[in-house]
């Protein structure tokens, strides 16, 4: 039986350290592969990645159930209900995204012209 990978975890923090220092030491942000500033990123394309990002952590999350629930030793129980964690604060990221994104455009038809 597997228990939690520490090894990703460690990563991920890692990860989180490297970022705040880069802030700290006020390194711009990442520029373009062209070298030219900046990279400009399409809302459009960014939310249909974030969607697709919660899509795939949820169907990950449902396999993950399936396999346990099917009696597969190499899925734990810590591991599935992490999995459906990650989906659900995903999912509820993404409603609370919509709710102002909702509330900005209503804000925006409201205005006086």
Same mark, same amino acid.
């Given at each position: !039986?597997?228990?939690?990978? =520490?090894?990703?975890?460690? #990563?991920?923090?890692?990860?989180?350290? #490297?970022? /705040?220092?880069?802030? &700290?030491?006020?390194?711009? %942000?990442?520029?373009?592969? =062209?070298? %030219?500033?900046? @990279?400009?990123?399409?809302? #459009?394309?960014?939310?249909?990645? @974030?969607?697709?990002?919660?899509?795939?952590?949820?169907?990950?999350? &449902?396999? *993950?159930?399936?396999?346990? =629930? !099917?009696?597969?030793?190499?899925?734990? *129980? @810590?591991?599935?209900?992490? /999995?459906?964690?990650?989906? %659900?604060? @995903?999912?509820?990221? /993404?409603?609370?995204?919509?709710?102002?994104?909702?509330?900005?455009?209503?804000?925006?038809? %409201?205005?006086?012209?």
């Amino acid at each position: !039986m597997g228990g939690i990978d =520490t090894s990703r975890i460690d #990563a991920m923090v890692a990860q989180l350290r #490297a970022a /705040s220092a880069r802030m &700290e030491a006020g390194v711009p %942000n990442p520029v373009s592969p =062209t070298g %030219n500033g900046p @990279s400009k990123i399409d809302f #459009a394309d960014a939310l249909k990645a @974030s969607l697709d990002q919660v899509n795939s952590v949820q169907t990950t999350a &449902e396999q *993950l159930g399936g396999r346990f =629930t !099917m009696g597969d030793d190499r899925v734990s *129980l @810590s591991d599935v209900m992490i /999995s459906a964690q990650k989906a %659900n604060i @995903s999912f509820q990221t /993404s409603i609370q995204v919509r709710n102002k994104l909702v509330s900005a455009y209503h804000d925006i038809m %409201n205005m006086q012209i």
